[in-house]
């Protein structure tokens, strides 16, 4: 789905194609967010007439995929790698421990006990 | 019950019908997924476009035409680009 890719390229950190992909899925989503979340509430709101929610069901469901959140993966900004990522780092668990070891996590420190 | 929804701001909705309130009460967190990747930056172009009476140096760029230079003197440089269809047929030599 490259119409919706950047032109140019905008990531810093490491890059392959999936790294890309990910980067334009994350940006499409929150654009497309608050008329997801409007469509959503008209399909929950049991008070509006059931062709309106029917047809914001239609809606929603003939959005792209590429503006589902479910579309979106953490992957490391080092190595590419999609499993084994600690969100809260960003990276890959071999990369983390690269990183750590050479002390460029702050406050990580090898357990030892 | 009135009085604690309009003092916690909820909505009223004694008869418990579905109303889709959550969904409005969510947080908006496209901001925080797009913001994921770190952005590009320090890019020699965007250094040229802040910084414009320095002169700022691009040495892989540099080196580069330096190739292309000398490519061309020895006759090794890319062929030109071919504008119409009848130029850019593959066999139209001579047969």
Request: proline share 4%; aromatic share 10%; charged share 30%.
């Given at each position: 789905?490259s119409?919706?890719?950047?032109?140019?390229?905008d990531l810093?950190?490491?890059?392959?194609?999936?790294?890309?992909r990910?980067?334009?899925?994350r940006?499409?989503f929150?654009?497309?967010?608050?008329e997801?979340?409007a469509?959503r509430y008209i399909?929950?709101?049991?008070?509006?007439p059931?062709?309106?929610?029917?047809?914001?069901?239609?809606?929603?469901?003939?959005?792209h995929?590429?503006?589902?959140?479910?579309?979106?993966?953490?992957?490391?900004?080092?190595?590419?790698k999609?499993?084994?990522?600690?969100?809260?780092?960003?990276l890959?668990?071999?990369?983390?421990?690269?990183?750590?070891?050479?002390?460029?996590?702050?406050?990580?420190?090898k357990?030892s006990w | 019950?009135?009085?604690?929804?309009?003092?916690?701001n909820?909505?009223y909705?004694?008869?418990?019908l579905?109303?889709?309130t959550?969904i409005?009460?969510?947080?908006?967190k496209?901001?925080?997924v797009?913001?994921y990747?770190?952005?590009?930056?320090?890019t020699i172009k965007?250094?040229?476009?802040?910084?414009?009476?320095f002169?700022i140096?691009?040495?892989?760029?540099?080196?580069w035409?330096?190739a292309q230079q000398?490519?061309?003197?020895?006759g090794?440089?890319p062929p030109k680009k071919?504008?119409?269809?009848?130029?850019?047929?593959?066999?139209?030599?001579?047969?």
């Amino acid at each position: 789905m490259s119409q919706f890719r950047a032109k140019k390229l905008d990531l810093g950190c490491y890059i392959n194609i999936r790294n890309i992909r990910d980067h334009t899925k994350r940006k499409v989503f929150a654009e497309n967010e608050p008329e997801r979340q409007a469509l959503r509430y008209i399909i929950r709101n049991t008070t509006f007439p059931q062709r309106v929610r029917a047809q914001a069901q239609l809606q929603l469901a003939q959005m792209h995929c590429y503006t589902r959140y479910t579309q979106v993966k953490n992957r490391c900004i080092m190595g590419g790698k999609g499993r084994g990522v600690f969100s809260d780092f960003r990276l890959g668990r071999y990369q983390f421990r690269l990183n750590a070891l050479a002390g460029h996590l702050p406050g990580v420190k090898k357990a030892s006990w | 019950m009135a009085v604690q929804c309009r003092v916690f701001n909820t909505t009223y909705n004694p008869e418990r019908l579905r109303m889709g309130t959550h969904i409005l009460h969510q947080r908006l967190k496209g901001a925080s997924v797009a913001s994921y990747y770190p952005p590009r930056i320090g890019t020699i172009k965007q250094l040229r476009a802040l910084y414009p009476d320095f002169e700022i140096l691009h040495d892989k760029e540099e080196d580069w035409l330096e190739a292309q230079q000398v490519a061309r003197s020895r006759g090794k440089a890319p062929p030109k680009k071919k504008r119409t269809a009848a130029e850019s047929k593959k066999f139209n030599k001579r047969r």
